[in-house]
């Protein structure tokens, strides 16, 4: 079965401390990996798509990254405003939908 | 703004009532999808439409339908509601393989 797994569940960083979200994740075939970030309330923001084993796209503080089994979303000197929910969602081949993970919830304390 | 709308933002119903929840996806795209989110779920793909016609579906209970007219909107029709189907329902289109989500319909059946 397809599945995508985040972790960890929620974070809490101090402003400009740096870290890692990670995606791990079990398809039969991926074709591509997205990152999403969503505020309470609102619809998921698209972030990067990610196709292949050593890709990396940046954005700003954003860093994403793919191997063949997981992708991680570096955040570097992070503000309060990256405070949000990340989520990950792979793309199966074959099939027309992604498959998302359960999110996590990142808090950035200024 | 992602640039698919929509409408209503906010309803409120009784348990056995029957809404529908109207979607306007980016201009030219042709894939429409609906996703469910709550609380305990994380994002569920519902069904999928392309230009038209149903080309992928997810976990979509019988007492939900939806269809794509000719000028690519869609709806989703939700009966017989039931106190569990309380959830944020989004809309989302694509013309390629990066997916662009709504804000979202808040559903609240009580």
């Known amino acids: 079965e397809d599945q995508v797994t985040q972790s960890p569940e929620a974070l809490r960083l101090q402003e400009g401390e740096s870290s890692s979200l990670n995606c791990s994740y079990t398809?039969?075939?991926?074709?591509?990996l997205f990152w999403y970030r969503q505020d309470p309330g609102k619809g998921p923001e698209f972030l990067f798509t990610?196709?292949?084993a050593g890709e990396e796209k940046e954005k700003e503080r954003l860093k994403a990254t793919l191997t063949k089994k997981e992708s991680f979303l570096h955040i570097t000197a992070p503000k309060p405003e990256d405070s949000a929910t990340y989520l990950c969602a792979v793309l199966i081949q074959g099939a027309q939908k992604l498959v998302f993970g359960q999110g996590t919830r990142l808090t950035i304390n200024p | 703004d992602s640039g698919v709308t929509q409408t209503p933002k906010h309803l409120i119903t009784a348990t056995g009532q029957r809404v529908t929840l109207r979607c306007s996806p980016r201009?030219?795209?042709?894939?429409v999808y609906w996703y469910q989110q709550s609380l305990d779920q994380g994002l569920q793909f519902l069904i999928q439409?392309?230009?038209?016609?149903?080309?992928a579906k997810g976990n979509i209970l019988e007492r939900f339908s939806a269809q794509q007219f000719p000028d690519l909107h869609s709806e989703l029709n939700l009966s017989s509601l039931e106190l569990g189907d309380s959830a944020l329902y989004f809309c989302a289109s694509s013309a390629g393989n990066t997916i662009y989500f709504g804000e979202g319909s808040w559903l609240t059946v009580v």
């Open positions: 201009s030219g795209d042709l894939s």
């Open positions: 990610l196709y292949s």
């Open positions: 439409y392309y230009n038209g016609e149903e080309r």
């Open positions: 398809v039969s075939g991926l074709r591509g």
